[in-house]
């Protein structure tokens, strides 16, 4: 038989750091995509080199923004639904549900 006590606070401390790396993911895809467009912004569309540097950007930008439209959706839906439920160990350990 597993020991009630501590349970829901071991599981909520690992939901609670799953939720901090989740706001760090991101703003770390936020940061990224501040650093590309600065990249775009700066570079010259004229300038066969920085050709290069805006059509690579521009795919990584648009992969970054896709990243985070999932992070922002489905990701976080799923962060929502683990960090409500996690208080049913709360529930079990206190014997109100099973």
């Not at 690992?14 to 650093?35: C, G, P």
């Not at 290069?52 to 950007?57: C, E, K, N, Q, R």
């Not at 489905?74 to 960090?83: A, V």
Request: aromatic share 6%.
């Amino acid at each position: 038989m597993v020991e009630k006590t501590g349970v829901y606070a071991m599981c909520k401390a690992k939901v609670r750091a799953i939720e901090a790396a989740y706001d760090q993911l991101a703003q770390a895809i936020e940061a990224y995509q501040a650093t590309l467009n600065g990249l775009i912004a700066q570079a010259d569309p004229a300038d066969a080199d920085d050709q290069h540097l805006l059509v690579t950007a521009n795919l990584q930008l648009k992969t970054a923004n896709g990243l985070l439209n999932t992070v922002e959706t489905d990701l976080n839906d799923d962060l929502i639904r683990l960090s409500d439920r996690v208080i049913r160990f709360k529930h079990w350990e206190d014997g109100v549900f099973v």
